[in-house]
C-alpha cells in the first residue's frame, strides 16, 4: 500500500508562486515509474499538469508550459511542484498521483489534495 499526502497550497496574488509538495510513504517502489499533479476546478474535470518519469524525462500542459516545473528527490520519496505566475484560472485543487508499476492513472494512487486559490 502507498500512501501519498500533499502540502503546500494556500492562497496567493496573481503573479505569484508556490511550491507543493506530495510526501509518499509505504511500499514505494510500486510507484517509481510515473508521477504526476492533477488539479481540479470547481465545475470542471479533473486535469493533469506536470508529471515525470522515473528517468526524469517530463510532461506540463499547455496550460502551465513555462510556469510550472516538476521535480522529485528519490531519497526523500517526495514529489514537487513549483508554481510560478500563478494566474486565476490557475485555482483549483491540486492531486498528487502515482502509477502502480507502470499502469494507468485510472488505478494509479492519489494523494487527497491541497487547495491552491489565486486571487486577481
Known amino acids: 500500500q502507498v500512501r501519498l499526502v500533499e502540502s503546500g497550497g494556500g492562497s496567493v496574488p496573481a503573479a505569484g508562486s508556490l511550491r507543493l509538495s506530495c510526501a509518499a510513504s509505504?511500499?514505494?517502489?510500486?510507484?517509481?515509474?510515473?508521477m504526476g499533479w492533477f488539479r481540479q476546478a470547481p465545475g470542471k474535470e479533473r486535469e493533469r499538469v506536470a508529471s515525470?518519469?522515473?528517468?526524469?524525462?517530463?510532461w506540463y500542459s499547455d496550460t502551465v508550459k513555462g510556469r510550472f516545473t516538476i521535480s522529485q528527490d528519490n531519497a526523500k520519496n517526495t514529489l514537487y511542484l513549483q508554481m510560478d505566475s500563478l494566474q486565476p484560472e490557475d485555482t483549483a485543487m491540486y492531486y498528487c498521483?502515482?502509477?502502480?508499476?507502470?499502469?494507468?492513472?485510472?488505478?494509479?494512487?492519489w494523494g487527497h489534495g491541497t487547495q491552491v486559490t489565486v486571487s486577481s
Open positions: 509505504g511500499d514505494t517502489n510500486v510507484i517509481s515509474c510515473r
Open positions: 498521483a502515482a502509477q502502480r508499476s507502470c499502469g494507468t492513472w485510472v488505478s494509479a494512487y
Open positions: 515525470i518519469l522515473s528517468n526524469g524525462d517530463t
